[in-house]
Structure formats: structure tokens, C-alpha cells
């Protein structure tokens, strides 16, 4: 699956997530867009996501681009990027069971990354980082 899941748009993938639900998406294709965001260099244009899904893939993007393994420069990039798609009030999503993420509330996303996050802490350590250059070294510049 993993083969497949690289050779797909990052904004495709972020639409995907969010019509499946981050609850049920595979562990790959979450781990996947995270990797994208951290180390790919990756900037999602949320215009290429379908509207009724942009407030969950915007929500994910912008709680992913918070994680201390983005650099200054970088979290600042990717967090203009999405800002502009989120809504100035967002509207209730219809599924907010167990939302606690006060970010998701924002962005009116019917999910919430909490209970995910500790499948993503082993792909944000220094160590993970400095594998993942050595394989495959990233320019950090667009």
C-alpha cells in the first residue's frame, strides 16, 4: 500500500482522510501525510480538496504543522497556506463526538487527531529525522 499511497497528491490524500475519518483512515496513509508535511517539504493547496471536506483536511494540516519536527520557516509556510481556508466562524460538524481538540472546534472539523497521536510520536524523534535525510535527502526551500 505504501507504493501507492506516495505516488498520490498530498491534497488528494488530505481528502481522503477526511471522508474516511481520521478514526478509521489506515495508519499508512495518516503516517503518510504527516511524513509529507514534516520531511517532503510539501505545501497542501487546500483549494485542490473538495470544499465539504477542507475544514477536517485544513484541521489536520494545521495541528500536524504544530509538531516541534517542522522548523520555524517552514511551520510559518504551511500554516498561511491552509489559514486562509479556515472559516471566520466555523459552522458545528455534525460529528463531534469526543472532540477535545479546541483547533478542531476552529476549523469546524468533524474530527480530532487526539486519540491518533501516538501512532505519529515514532516518526518525530531526531533520530527518525536524521534516517529519514540520509535516505532520502529533502531540500527544505520551494
Given at each position: 500500500?505504501?507504493?501507492?499511497?506516495?505516488?498520490?497528491?498530498?491534497?488528494?490524500?488530505?481528502?481522503?482522510?477526511?471522508?474516511?475519518?481520521?478514526?478509521?483512515?489506515?495508519?499508512?496513509?495518516?503516517?503518510?501525510?504527516?511524513?509529507?508535511?514534516?520531511?517532503?517539504?510539501?505545501?497542501?493547496?487546500?483549494?485542490?480538496?473538495?470544499?465539504?471536506?477542507?475544514?477536517?483536511?485544513?484541521?489536520?494540516?494545521?495541528?500536524?504543522?504544530?509538531?516541534?519536527?517542522?522548523?520555524?520557516?517552514?511551520?510559518?509556510?504551511?500554516?498561511s497556506a491552509v489559514r486562509q481556508y479556515q472559516p471566520a466562524s466555523p459552522t458545528p460538524a455534525a460529528d463531534v463526538t469526543g472532540r477535545k481538540d479546541p483547533l478542531a472546534v476552529a476549523w469546524g472539523a468533524s474530527m480530532d487527531l487526539t486519540s491518533r497521536l501516538g501512532e505519529l510520536m515514532p516518526y518525530q524523534t531526531r533520530q527518525y529525522a536524521s534516517d529519514k535525510a540520509k535516505v532520502a535527502p529533502v531540500s527544505l526551500t520551494p
Open positions: 500500500m505504501k507504493r501507492q499511497v506516495r505516488r498520490m497528491a498530498l491534497e488528494r490524500m488530505l481528502g481522503d482522510v477526511a471522508r474516511q475519518g481520521v478514526a478509521h483512515v489506515a495508519p499508512e496513509l495518516l503516517r503518510e501525510v504527516a511524513e509529507r508535511l514534516w520531511y517532503a517539504g510539501e505545501v497542501p493547496n487546500l483549494a485542490k480538496v473538495p470544499a465539504n471536506l477542507r475544514p477536517d483536511a485544513g484541521y489536520l494540516v494545521d495541528r500536524l504543522a504544530r509538531f516541534n519536527v517542522l522548523p520555524k520557516e517552514r511551520k510559518l509556510q504551511v500554516l
